[in-house]
């Protein structure tokens, strides 16, 4: 009997582990290509981002341009060929020079690239920005990059590097 009853048992244990095995479901892993994949969604989304801090500066409003912003220790900026300024560097900037602009007479970039990496995004283009400050024009043909970060509320700019486009022709 005590035979009987292991040999019962080794069979039901038996059969449940062949049931487990056969009921393992086997999980494909998605490898995702940080430098080649274009995450097309998140394009659009940084791209939004990007003609939503144009649109504030053609408003004028200096407020929702600062908010494109995540300024906090890890914000950088580089600007005509300067050493690098942080976050409340930039701040100023930002108001004292978009907050004095009367008139946006062209706000172009041109060669416009937007390169996503996951939850990090690249924006590069050349400026061809005409900025009215009372009766002085101001053209801006620089090299722009602006580096985005994904955050809870939306892409915001960690980075940002202007520099002189020597060929204006390329504009």
């Not at 939004?48 to 929702?64: C, E, L, N, Y």
């Not at 008139?103 to 939850?119: H, I, M, R, S």
């Not at 283009?125 to 024009?137: A, I, P, Q, V, Y």
Request: charged content about 25%.
């Amino acid at each position: 009997m005590k035979t009987r009853l292991t040999f019962v048992l080794i069979m039901i244990l038996g059969i449940l582990i062949t049931g487990c095995e056969q009921k393992e479901q086997k999980i494909e892993e998605v490898k995702i290509d940080l430098v080649n994949d274009e995450f097309p969604e998140a394009k659009q989304e940084v791209i939004d981002t990007f003609v939503g801090i144009a649109q504030s500066i053609k408003d004028g409003d200096i407020d929702k341009l600062i908010s494109y912003h995540a300024y906090g220790p890890k914000f950088t900026e580089f600007k005509n060929g300067e050493p690098r300024n942080g976050a409340e560097a930039n701040e100023i900037h930002e108001r004292n020079v978009f907050g004095s602009v009367t008139e946006v007479v062209k706000f172009d970039a041109n060669d416009l690239q937007v390169a996503v990496y996951g939850d990090v995004a690249n924006v590069t283009f050349h400026s061809d920005f005409h900025l009215k400050f009372g009766e002085d024009l101001v053209v801006v043909h620089d090299q722009i990059t602006l580096l985005f970060v994904k955050t809870n509320k939306g892409w915001k700019l960690v980075h940002e590097h202007h520099s002189h486009l020597n060929k204006e022709e390329n504009i």
